[in-house]
C-alpha cells in the first residue's frame, strides 16, 4: 500500500510519524511525508508530494488534523479517494471543526475510550471511531541496573501556572460574564472531583445551573475547555511534584516552565533541561528509578509516557484510569496513587526506592506486557486492521 504522513510543528508528532513510516516501511509499504512547515524541503516537498500522488494513495495518516486542516487538502484526499486515518493525541473538543468536515473515507482513533463515547454522541457524522491506546518505543540500549540509576524521581513534561491558563478563559468570553462564571464554576468542580471527566464536569455544571443539556449548548461550552483542561492538569502535575519535594525526595524535572513552580529554588527540585526532543527524553527515562506521570486528564485512556517508561526499564509511578485499571496491575506491573490522596505518594514513594529487588521485578514485568501489547508496531497494526475493516484497503 502507498501512505502519505506529515511533518508539523509539534515536534513529538514527527517522531511518532517517524515511528509509523518506519514500520510500514519495514512491512514493504510506500511511505510519503509531506513537510507541511517547509514545502520546500528536499525529499518532503509539495511538489514530490503531488509527484507521489500521480500513482494511487491508499491512505493519508495525521496527528490532530495536520494534513486535513482546510479544504485544499480534504479535496485532494477526497479526490484521491484515499482514506484519512486521523489519531488524535488530545481531547477531541480541540478538533470540533475537523469531526464536523473531513474526507470522506475517514477514520478518527482516539487514546481514550470516553473520547470515543462524547464522537459518538455530539458528531455521529464520524462513522468510523475507535480507540486506540498511545505507543511507546522499543528500547535500544541495555537496560541500567536499579541501583545504578542516577535518579530517583524524574517528571518529564512542561509545566505553567495553573492561574496563567485560566486567565486565556478571557479570549473565550468576557470576564465576569455568565459563561465566564459557568466555567469557573467547571474549573472548580475538576480540582474538587478528580474523578470527573471534563464532558462529565460540563455536564455536572449545566445541570446544577439549569441550564440547557441541547447537544449544541454542550458542544458550544465544551469547544472553549482547552484552558481548563491545561489547567486542571498544570494543577496537579504541580502538585504531584510539589508534595514529593517538600517531603525530602529528590526530584528531576524535564521540560520548559519549572522555574515557575512553587518549589523552583528548592536544593532538592532539580530542572535538567528547558526544551528537548521526545527521544532525547529517553535516555533521561532510563536513568530514572521511578518516572512520575499524572494523566492528562484522560479518565479512561492512555499516555505515551507510561508506555515509554515501562519500555526504559523504569518503574511508572501514575494516577489512574480505568484503562490502566483493566490492563495493567498497581504493585505488579505499574504503581498507582490517588490524585485525593496525595499525602499518600511520598510514602508509596519511598517503599518502591527503599525495595529494588521487588522494584526490579515490577519493572521487568512491566517491560514484557508493554513491549508485546503496546508499541509502535501494535499501533500500526490497529492502523490495517481498521484500514482493511472498515474500507477493505490491503
Known sequence: ???????????????????????????????????LLNPAAPSHSMQELMSYCEQKVDAVICFNRAGIHNDTYIDLWNMMDACTVHILMDHPLRLHPTMEKHPRKYIQFCPDEEHVSYVKKYFPNVEHIEFLAH?????????????????DILFSGT??????????????CPEGSPLSEIYMQIAEDLIKHTEKSLIQSVLDVLATNRMPLSDNAVKTIMRGMT???????????????QVLAEAGFDVHVLGRGWENHPCAGAQNLHILSDRIDLADTFAYMR????????????????????????????????????????????????????????DKLPEITKYWLNHPVEA???????????AENYTWINCVDSILESLARNYGIQ
Request: net charge negative.
Open 360 to 370: 526490579w521485578e515490577l519493572i521487568e514485568r512491566a517491560y514484557t506486557k508493554t
Open 159 to 172: 509545566y505553567y501556572i495553573p492561574e496563567s491558563k485560566l486567565h486565556e478563559l478571557n479570549y473565550v
Open 1 to 35: 500500500m502507498r501512505f502519505v504522513l506529515f511533518y508539523e510543528a509539534t515536534e513529538s508528532f514527527n517522531y511518532f510519524t517517524d515511528e509509523i513510516a518506519h514500520e510500514l516501511a519495514n512491512r514493504g509499504h510506500d511511505t510519503f511525508i509531506l513537510d
Open 227 to 241: 484552558p481548563i483542561d491545561w489547567m486542571v492538569r498544570m494543577y496537579y502535575r504541580g502538585k504531584a511534584v
Open 135 to 151: 505507543a511507546g518505543t522499543l528500547d535500544t540500549e541495555p537496560p541500567i541496573p536499579y541501583q545504578d540509576k542516577k535518579y
Open 287 to 342: 536513568n530514572a528509578r521511578i518516572n512520575l506521570n499524572v494523566m492528562p486528564w484522560f479518565k479512561e485512556g492512555t499516555h505515551d509516557r507510561i508506555f515509554n517508561t515501562m519500555l526504559r526499564h523504569s518503574i511508572c509511578l501514575t494516577d489512574s484510569s480505568t484503562w490502566l485499571d483493566t490492563h495493567y496491575e498497581n504493585g505488579k506491573d505499574i504503581v498507582l496513587y490517588d490524585l485525593k490522596q496525595l
